[in-house]
């Protein structure tokens, strides 16, 4: 690749990033779960398929303490114990709860 298609390539990422930053929360949530989740759950169809709507509803009740539970124990345990897990659970119970395996829906990408 030569430098000037890594730079082209590198703004088109940017702008696309841009773009993704200024929509709904369910898109948010997609990026996130991307980010953290993907590496052990697999893509987000696949993820957000682990459970019904309801199920993700009781997951993430009471400041996400099911979903919590359980990664105890497991590599990711730091991670839902923190400050970005806090902050993302909103989104990411959006996203995941939108593409419940009941919902009907599907995730365009990811
Ligand atoms: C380091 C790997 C890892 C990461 C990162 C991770 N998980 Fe998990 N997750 C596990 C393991 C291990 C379990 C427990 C065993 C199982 O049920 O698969 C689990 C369990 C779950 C369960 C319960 C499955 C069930 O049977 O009820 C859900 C839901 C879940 N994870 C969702 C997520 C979401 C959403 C994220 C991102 C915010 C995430 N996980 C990030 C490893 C991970």
Known sequence: MTKSTSLLLATVVAFGMMA?????????????????????????TKGASMHTQAEWEALFANDAESIIAKHAGTKAEGFFGGATFKNTAQDLRDFLFEYGNDSGNAPSCG
């Open 20 to 44: 993704t930053t200024a929509s709904a929360d369910i898109k948010k949530g997609q990026k996130a779960y991307l980010k953290t989740c993907k590496n052990c759950h697999g893509n987000g």
